[in-house]
Nanobody, 125 residues
Framework: QVQLVESGGGLVQAGGSLRLSCAASGRTFSNYAMGWFRQAPGKEREFVAAISWSGGNTYYADSVKGRFTISRDNAKNTVYLQMNSLKPEDTAVYYC??????????????????WGQGTQVTVSS
């Protein structure tokens, strides 16, 4: 099991930027792919981005492609989500998650076994 703690959320105007961080502890962080998801009020949790254990492969939802960048620093047991050109529709609670298994990069919530508590991102128009 791995423990995850997100930080970096807040209130920003449309067009602005935020950088989310997710610090991991417990399990060997560098063995597992990591993902970011978000959930807006009244909506289901949705995939945002994922990154392989090495950082060599990244995947994005179409809605954030070209604006968000996922990265990781295995020496610091931390994964990041750089969010640029933010839009009001990006408003949600953002969660980081760790894959249940090694050797793959998943994009569905069911494939992730450990979740952080979430951090609120609010984009004003």
């Amino acid at each position: 099991q791995v423990q995850l703690v997100e930080s970096g959320g807040g209130l920003v105007q449309a067009g602005g930027s935020l950088r989310l961080s997710c610090a991991a502890s417990g399990r060997t962080f560098s063995n597992y792919a990591m993902g970011w998801f978000r959930q807006a009020p009244g909506k289901e949790r949705e995939f945002v981005a994922a990154i392989s254990w090495s950082g060599g492969n990244t995947y994005y939802a179409d809605s954030v492609k070209g604006r968000f960048t996922i990265s990781r620093d295995n020496a610091k047991n931390t994964v990041y989500l750089q969010m640029n050109s933010l839009k009001p529709e990006d408003t949600a609670v953002y969660y980081c998650a760790a894959d249940r298994f090694t050797g793959r990069v998943a994009t569905t919530p069911e494939d992730f076994g450990s979740w952080g508590q979430g951090t609120q991102v609010t984009v004003s128009s």
